[in-house]
């Protein structure tokens, strides 16, 4: 059978990309491959080097893609890295640009328009290929979408996007890295009969890497494990999954725990009964209704789950809540007892609250150590514009090692992996002990045992008097235990 990637004593010429041992790897044509392992596990840099980006002493990587008409591994493989991010990171975004409409300009990017361009770049325009570009739109319900901003896509419905404009390429191998990060459950479905079907129709080889075990759709093959940098033997999924799983523990030790629970009140003699309360809330931009009609009332304490369809504006009403979107002092909101437009500043209400989101990821893009990111928390901004004093410091390394990062505290937070970010963008909601905590799905990218500590993390910290919590997340078991209520968005358009 047709060898299309073989690796064979692979050893990178840099050190510094370099896996503990050697790599042997084989990928046949028929195979669809999961590349599993936990955070920091090395698969990004197995991935590199299948990609040749890592060059390899010796013979190197070699490639089998007949009978396409391009030799070029450009051309063939096609990498997708599904992060937390709204296209190429220029430097130029900051956190609330999605909600503030008055930035975009008649330069600023169209779905439909961005997608066009890429259909034109393939160079193998047909009516065959006509066709299957309808078909895609068709399949992800992206007609609605066209005319949107790229800058305002939801989570979910840039994960689309970025999945269409690499299908319209039609390359023979297509490595997509975590592709049900910010998906409902519909869509991820949608997905994988997606790539099932490419697959069962020859039209493309495709490599997955996860950190979810859950996460690996029926149709692939094979899976290897990448561990403490190391890349494991291929088996079959069926070997792999009938491998003992984890059995369930604690993954938040006692002393920990503890420390958590034993920190000072800093609940207030005066502190309001109601920490967010909606009347009637409409958002609307131009012709579009995102929220309409909304009442909503969180109780100091409360521990609600938000939920609902990609596009279904959750991120938009966490942006209200925030203090993150104008449209807020046109709505009839009270935070933290400031109803807005009343002369409280966006501070007044962001001291108040822990915050991590897909759109705070995506405004971290300064090269700065992950204890200045922790930092960053304790003055709500993306960086840091003074210096913490010790005291302060002794707060964000306290978080930092409730979230095992530690040892991360010197390291810049860019050369971080994506998992590693998120833990590090965890502590810094912590870091001011707030009284709402908003976590907009805090586990993308995380692995097993960081989701479960992650999510014990979270349930000690509500045992505290007064700390009240809003989550997103697709994932149902991903909730934690402590929540008890719902609220459910339906998607208008």
């Given at each position: 059978?047709?060898?299309?990637?073989?690796?064979?004593?692979?050893?990178?010429?840099?050190?510094?990309?370099?896996?503990?041992?050697?790599?042997?790897?084989?990928?046949?044509?028929?195979?669809?491959?999961?590349?599993?392992?936990?955070?920091?596990?090395?698969?990004?840099?197995?991935?590199?080097?299948?990609?040749?980006?890592?060059?390899?002493?010796?013979?190197?990587?070699?490639?089998?893609?007949?009978?396409?008409?391009?030799?070029?591994?450009?051309?063939?493989?096609?990498?997708?890295?599904?992060?937390?991010?709204?296209?190429?990171?220029?430097?130029?975004?900051?956190?609330?640009?999605?909600?503030?409409?008055?930035?975009?300009?008649?330069?600023?990017?169209?779905?439909?328009?961005?997608?066009?361009?890429?259909?034109?770049?393939?160079?193998?325009?047909?009516?065959?290929?006509?066709?299957?570009?309808?078909?895609?739109?068709?399949?992800?319900?992206?007609?609605?979408?066209?005319?949107?901003?790229?800058?305002?896509?939801?989570?979910?419905?840039?994960?689309?996007?970025?999945?269409?404009?690499?299908?319209?390429?039609?390359?023979?191998?297509?490595?997509?890295?975590?592709?049900?990060?910010?998906?409902?459950?519909?869509?991820?479905?949608?997905?994988?009969?997606?790539?099932?079907?490419?697959?069962?129709?020859?039209?493309?080889?495709?490599?997955?890497?996860?950190?979810?075990?859950?996460?690996?759709?029926?149709?692939?093959?094979?899976?290897?494990?990448?561990?403490?940098?190391?890349?494991?033997?291929?088996?079959?999924?069926?070997?792999?999954?009938?491998?003992?799983?984890?059995?369930?523990?604690?993954?938040?030790?006692?002393?920990?725990?503890?420390?958590?629970?034993?920190?000072?009140?800093?609940?207030?003699?005066?502190?309001?009964?109601?920490?967010?309360?909606?009347?009637?809330?409409?958002?609307?931009?131009?012709?579009?209704?995102?929220?309409?009609?909304?009442?909503?009332?969180?109780?100091?304490?409360?521990?609600?789950?938000?939920?609902?369809?990609?596009?279904?504006?959750?991120?938009?009403?966490?942006?209200?809540?925030?203090?993150?979107?104008?449209?807020?002092?046109?709505?009839?909101?009270?935070?933290?007892?400031?109803?807005?437009?009343?002369?409280?500043?966006?501070?007044?209400?962001?001291?108040?609250?822990?915050?991590?989101?897909?759109?705070?990821?995506?405004?971290?893009?300064?090269?700065?150590?992950?204890?200045?990111?922790?930092?960053?928390?304790?003055?709500?901004?993306?960086?840091?514009?003074?210096?913490?004093?010790?005291?302060?410091?002794?707060?964000?390394?306290?978080?930092?090692?409730?979230?095992?990062?530690?040892?991360?505290?010197?390291?810049?937070?860019?050369?971080?992996?994506?998992?590693?970010?998120?833990?590090?963008?965890?502590?810094?909601?912590?870091?001011?002990?707030?009284?709402?905590?908003v976590l907009d799905e805090p586990f993308h990218g995380l692995d097993l045992k960081n989701r479960l500590m992650a999510t014990e993390v979270?349930?000690?910290?509500?045992?505290?008097?007064?700390?009240?919590?809003?989550?997103?997340?697709?994932?149902?078991?991903?909730?934690?235990?402590?929540?008890?209520?719902?609220?459910?968005?339906?998607?208008?358009?």
């Amino acid at each position: 059978m047709k060898k299309v990637i073989k690796i064979e004593e692979g050893i990178t010429r840099m050190k510094e990309w370099r896996m503990r041992e050697p790599v042997d790897f084989e990928l046949l044509e028929g195979e669809s491959l999961a590349i599993v392992g936990d955070n920091a596990s090395g698969k990004t840099m197995f991935v590199d080097i299948l990609m040749n980006r890592h060059p390899l002493i010796g013979q190197g990587v070699q490639y089998d893609f007949s009978p396409s008409d391009s030799t070029l591994i450009s051309d063939n493989i096609k990498y997708i890295s599904f992060k937390d991010c709204y296209g190429e990171s220029d430097g130029t975004y900051y956190l609330q640009q999605r909600w503030n409409q008055h930035d975009i300009d008649e330069e600023t990017p169209k779905v439909g328009n961005l997608l066009d361009e890429a259909y034109l770049l393939t160079g193998k325009k047909s009516e065959k290929l006509d066709l299957w570009r309808k078909r895609l739109y068709e399949l992800f319900e992206v007609g609605h979408l066209l005319e949107k901003y790229i800058i305002l896509l939801s989570s979910g419905e840039l994960r689309k996007y970025q999945l269409i404009r690499a299908l319209l390429v039609a390359p023979k191998v297509l490595v997509i890295d975590n592709p049900f990060i910010g998906l409902d459950k519909e869509t991820r479905e949608q997905l994988k009969n997606l790539l099932q079907m490419l697959f069962k129709e020859g039209t493309v080889q495709i490599i997955l890497v996860t950190s979810k075990k859950e996460d690996i759709p029926s149709f692939i093959t094979h899976v290897v494990e990448v561990r403490d940098m190391k890349v494991f033997p291929k088996v079959t999924k069926e070997e792999f999954l009938l491998r003992d799983e984890r059995k369930k523990k604690s993954y938040l030790d006692e002393e920990k725990r503890n420390a958590i629970l034993s920190l000072p009140d800093s609940s207030e003699k005066d502190k309001t009964l109601e920490i967010v309360k909606m009347t009637n809330v409409v958002v609307r931009y131009g012709e579009r209704s995102i929220i309409k009609d909304l009442n909503w009332t969180i109780k100091n304490g409360e521990r609600w789950a938000l939920s609902g369809q990609n596009g279904s504006g959750k991120s938009t009403l966490l942006s209200l809540i925030c203090a993150d979107n104008p449209q807020a002092y046109a709505c009839d909101i009270e935070l933290f007892g400031y109803k807005r437009g009343t002369g409280e500043s966006i501070w007044d209400i962001k001291k108040h609250i822990g915050y991590v989101s897909p759109e705070m990821h995506r405004a971290c893009h300064h090269d700065l150590k992950s204890l200045i990111v922790v930092a960053s928390g304790l003055n709500d901004s993306t960086g840091l514009y003074r210096h913490p004093d010790e005291e302060e410091i002794k707060r964000c390394l306290f978080w930092m090692r409730i979230f095992g990062i530690e040892d991360l505290y010197d390291r810049s937070f860019l050369k971080l992996s994506d998992g590693e970010q998120r833990l590090v963008l965890l502590a810094r909601a912590f870091v001011k002990d707030p009284k709402l905590l908003v976590l907009d799905e805090p586990f993308h990218g995380l692995d097993l045992k960081n989701r479960l500590m992650a999510t014990e993390v979270i349930e000690t910290f509500c045992k505290r008097k007064d700390k009240t919590l809003i989550i997103v997340s697709h994932y149902p078991e991903e909730v934690p235990p402590c929540v008890d209520k719902e609220l459910k968005l339906i998607r208008t358009i």
